[in-house]
């Protein structure tokens, strides 16, 4: 089986909230997708999805998402979309860096495989635990008593995982953190994400503040090492997402105890194959781990869920379903949550059938 055509769509995913806010005052109203097909000589074609979240967040954007793989895809015209690993090192070969961009690919390359082999991609990736997953949601930055109202409201749709976005003014974030804490019910699960946003001596000043808090504190400083001292100076649990994007700063992360729980972001990594060997270090290594990626739809949904509920559950923390968050659907097929929870598509490959209605002419065609 070889590779033909490869095409890129462009679709605006507009949010039911309005906007999404986070720490130092960022904010996103429309999120940019890029949407991958990948057409093989068999008639096999594979779907894939990269979404940045804006373009200061992590270095990645939408229009370079495309740029990429307008460099990327002539080389892997002829190429065996089946073979990942393969397929991988010559993506790596071809283009230095720049993992969000061969994201999408890869994860086509993956519906493709599990078309193929006429089974899901969660059974490609390990197999299938249970009948489902937690979900958790994300708490857009606002006011502290709008962002207890929202637990309250989400915890009525079912979820019991909640990810408050902190991140500013230490004050204002220690409230915040209190009032939310404050509407928690047994068996609920606070994280506290700072998105890197404090300095250090904001963080300090936090988890001192909250230390009689049930709360997990998530990457309170841009570097590492800011993130370490941190960790060393409070017993919350701690968790690490921006710092984490390869197997290298897994293995560092373990050998200094910097972390109890990690954020597989599945285009933070390059693509499922890369995010697949990393959840299974962390499987390894007992890391507790939430499966997700940087932002996304019904596509990059579906991809999570696969790489979620092949992931052992006890080292599973939770995952997340984006699609639920935008007012456009990409994709017929894509799981969605029932009562804070979700379930890979049953199906070969991922799952789903592209609403080509909705994504209309690649802006990218190679063939």
């Excluded at 059974?123 to 635990?129: E, F, M, S």
């Excluded at 390869?246 to 200094?256: F, K, M, P, S, W």
């Excluded at 890391?287 to 979620?308: F, K, N, P, Q, R």
């Excluded at 949550?337 to 598509?345: E, H, I, K, P, Q």
Aim: aromatic share 6%.
């Amino acid at each position: 089986m070889k590779i033909r055509r490869i095409a890129a769509y462009k679709a605006d995913l507009p949010l039911h909230e309005g906007s999404y806010n986070w720490s130092g005052g960022k904010s996103v109203t429309v999120f940019d997708s890029t949407i991958v097909s990948v057409e093989t000589d068999e008639g096999i074609v594979g779907h894939g999805e990269v979404c940045p979240l804006g373009p200061f967040y992590l270095p990645a954007y939408g229009p370079g998402a495309r740029a990429g793989i307008a460099e990327l895809a002539p080389h892997l015209i002829g190429e065996d979309p089946t073979q990942l690993l393969k397929l991988n090192r010559r993506m790596d070969a071809a283009l230095k860096g720049h993992p969000y961009v061969k994201s999408a690919i890869d994860m086509a390359c993956w519906d493709v495989l599990g078309q193929a082999a006429n089974l899901p991609v969660c059974v490609l990736l390990g197999g299938r635990y249970g009948e489902d997953f937690v979900l958790y949601r994300a708490i857009s930055q606002q006011s502290p008593q709008e962002m207890a109202n929202k637990v309250a409201a989400y915890r009525a749709e079912g979820y019991c995982r909640f990810q408050l976005k902190v991140g500013g003014d230490p004050d204002v974030d220690i409230e915040r953190i209190h009032a939310v804490a404050a509407m928690l019910r047994p068996g609920d699960r606070l994280v506290a994400d700072a998105n890197t946003g404090w300095l250090m001596h904001e963080a300090m000043r936090v988890v001192r503040a909250v230390r009689d808090v049930d709360v997990y504190i998530e990457q309170p400083c841009l570097s590492y090492e800011e993130c370490l001292s941190v960790r060393r100076h409070t017993d919350h649990p701690f968790v690490l997402d921006e710092s984490i994007d390869g197997i290298d700063a897994l293995l560092r992360g373990n050998a200094d105890r910097a972390m109890d729980v990690v954020n597989i972001k599945i285009s933070k990594f390059g693509g499922l194959t890369k995010a697949w060997q990393a959840r299974d270090l962390c499987a390894s290594l007992g890391i507790g781990m939430t499966i997700e990626d940087s932002w996304g739809g019904d596509i990059v949904t579906a991809a999570i869920a696969h790489l979620a509920h092949s992931t052992p559950p006890e080292v599973l923390f939770t995952s997340t379903d984006f699609n639920s968050y935008v007012t456009v659907s990409t994709a017929e097929g894509a799981p969605q949550r029932v009562n804070g929870r979700m379930a890979a598509s049953t199906k070969p490959g991922l799952g789903i059938t592209p609403r080509m209605d909705v994504l209309g002419k690649p802006v990218l065609d190679i063939h």
